[in-house]
């Protein structure tokens, strides 16, 4: 074997072994892959959870309008009967009890329609909540994976250290979403 030759095994040994010892950087960066996907998903699940939810709290404000509409146009017509003489006594004041009775009705279905759209609304929040710590998550776990990168092309472990440091907070950002109500 000739000495040239002896320096280029030596050249691959040594290759191997910074290969080897990358080994757990690249394993570190494939786990933080999946994790960014899982909360990419979970982040997009979210936020359309929320929009769903927005769009049910409309849809309830748009009911109780409707209620408050009807209830304030029958308040007008009565007091319009009270004022207004009708030849037919009997059958104004069967009309008046009728308006009185829909109000008393429709007094409850406000105070209902309001709570469930206020309900709605605090959905919205929530769901609005989860989905930033997840949009939060996401940036971390990205920016930990772009940071162990590095360790790659310049082989120095700080930034694998720093990377999972990274990692560690875009976790920590989506287990939080279980604390929040």
């Known amino acids: 074997m000739e000495a040239n030759e002896a320096q280029e095994l030596e050249e691959q040994a040594e290759h191997g072994s910074h290969e080897s010892s990358l080994r757990p950087v690249a394993f570190t960066m494939s786990v933080v892959a999946v994790l960014v996907a899982v909360t990419t998903v979970l982040g997009h ?4 959870e929320a929009v769903l939810d927005q769009n049910k709290a409309t849809d309830q404000w748009n ?4 209620h408050k509409i009807r209830s304030n146009d029958t308040a007008l017509m009565s007091d319009l009967l009270s ?4 030849a037919d ?3 104004a004041q069967k009309i ?5 009775d829909h109000q008393a009705k429709w007094a409850d279905e406000l105070t209902d329609d309001k709570e469930k759209a206020e309900a709605l609304e605090v959905k919205v929040e929530q769901a609005e909540a989860r989905a930033n710590r997840f949009d939060l998550s996401e940036a971390l776990l990205e920016i ?6 590095v360790t790659l092309l310049t082989r120095t472990r700080i930034y694998w250290y720093l990377g999972i440091v990274f990692s ?7 287990a939080s979403v279980l604390l929040l109500k």
């Open 63 to 66: 009911e109780y309008q409707a």
């Open 168 to 174: 560690i907070a875009g976790i920590a950002s989506a």
């Open 96 to 100: 008046a009890k009728s308006y009185k």
């Open 89 to 91: 006594k009997d059958a």
């Open 83 to 86: 004022v207004v003489t009708i």
């Open 144 to 149: 930990g994976l772009v940071i162990s990168s």
């Open 45 to 48: 699940r979210t936020h359309t």
